[in-house]
């Protein structure tokens, strides 16, 4: 099993910037792909962003394109999720999740990182 740990959530206002970080440990060496989910009050959790870990092709939900950008850090086994030009429809609890080589989807996930943006 992989564990992961997210931090750098936090509280600001429209138009600023925060930057997730998830640092996962366990079968690392067996990673498909890391990804950014989030699950604001009474809405269903979506996917915000994820990672190849082998060749490290992105993908981003229209909501957040332009605006996210996500990394990763090899040595490290650590994603980031570097947040831009924030709204206050992007609050919500942030969860990093991995998806283990020869697994259909996602299947170790974070406790979660609260973002919060005012207006």
């Known amino acids: 099993q992989v564990q992961l740990v997210e931090s750098g959530g936090g509280m600001v206002q429209a138009g600023g910037s925060l930057r997730l970080s998830c640092a996962a440990s366990g079968r690392t060496v067996r990673m498909y792909a890391m990804g950014w989910f989030r699950q604001a009050p009474g809405k269903e959790r979506e996917i915000v962003s994820s990672?190849?870990?082998?060749?490290?092709?992105?993908y981003y939900a229209d909501s957040v394109k332009d605006r996210f950008t996500i990394s990763r850090d090899i040595r490290k086994n650590t994603v980031y999720l570097n947040m831009n030009s924030l709204k206050p429809e992007d609050t919500a609890v942030y969860y990093c999740a991995v998806q283990q080589i020869g697994a259909f989807d996602y299947d170790s996930w974070g406790q979660g990182t609260q973002v919060t943006v005012s207006s």
């Open positions: 990672i190849r870990w082998p060749g490290g092709n992105t």
